[in-house]
Antibody, heavy 122, light 110 residues
Framework: QITLKESGPTLVKPTQTLTLTCTCSGFSLSTGGVGLSWIRQTPGKALEWLAL???????RYSPSLKTRLTITKDTSKNQVVLTMTNMDPVDTATYYC??????????????WGQGTLVTVSS | QSVLTQPPSASGTPGQRITISCSGS????????VSWYQQLPGTAPNLLIY???QRPSGVPDRFSGSKSGTSASLAISGLRSEDEADYYC???????????FGGGTKLTVL
């Protein structure tokens, strides 16, 4: 079955760069139609899409955060990495990675990781 | 402020049928599929409905989805106490080139 697990620091200081890793199992990142998104949920519970990388390495970013985000994948490790620069306390949130497949469940996230809480504080 | 509009709260009694609405525009719901997610306290969102009205295996048929124009709805029939959760709608945002979400609806089972 498809599982995803996020990993990374739980606490970062303002202005630092956050690096999160999503380790995937049960599917291959190189399978046609597969996409892997990063989505965050603020303490107020709003969900915000951040970035998406497709099986063919096509990448999409939220326009409001594009200058701060980089998404990459390592198909040999079946991992996706998100980096976010210049972290601010307003970036405090639970960060999720989520799988989509245009060939099955469609373009929207289907399987989600458990999430990782990132707090930005000095 | 979320791109898609959902009522912040909904409630019902056990056995009742309730619906949760999700309103968007021609550049999101009007031109793409809608998904619905259930989020129990302290857990990640879980897919309930995809492609407007399809249920993943394991999701009870008490849950159903529909879409009309620029709006969508999630219906839950035979309401149970374990349905108490937050529910989110999502669709593709053309201008975003990525998913957009509703603000979530907190369902209380009285």
């Amino acid at each position: 079955q498809i599982t995803l697990k996020e990993s990374g620091p739980t606490l970062v200081k303002p202005t630092q760069t956050l690096t999160l890793t999503c380790t995937c199992s049960g599917f291959s990142l190189s399978t046609g139609g597969v996409g892997l998104s990063w989505i965050r949920q603020t303490p107020g519970k709003a969900l915000e899409w951040l970035a998406l990388i497709y099986w063919d390495d096509d990448r999409r970013y939220s326009p409001s955060l594009k200058t701060r985000l980089t998404i990459t994948k390592d198909t040999s490790k079946n991992q996706v990495v998100l980096t976010m620069t210049n972290m601010d306390p307003v970036d405090t949130a639970t960060y999720y990675c989520a799988h989509s497949s245009s060939l099955t469940t469609g373009p929207l996230p289907a399987y989600w990781g458990q999430g990782t809480l990132v707090t930005v504080s000095s | 402020q979320s791109v898609l509009t959902q009522p912040p709260s909904a409630s019902g009694t056990p056995g009742q049928r309730i619906t949760i609405s999700c309103s968007g525009s021609s550049s999101n719901i009007g031109s793409s599929y809608v998904s619905w997610y259930q989020q129990l306290p302290g857990t990640a969102p879980n897919l309930l409905i995809y492609k407007n009205n399809q249920r993943p295996s394991g999701v009870p048929d008490r849950f159903s989805g529909s879409k009309s124009g620029t709006s969508a709805s999630l219906a839950i029939s035979g309401l149970r106490s374990e349905d108490e959760a937050d529910y989110y709608c999502a669709t593709w945002g053309d201008s975003l080139s990525g998913p957009v979400f509703g603000g979530g609806t907190k369902l209380t089972v009285l």
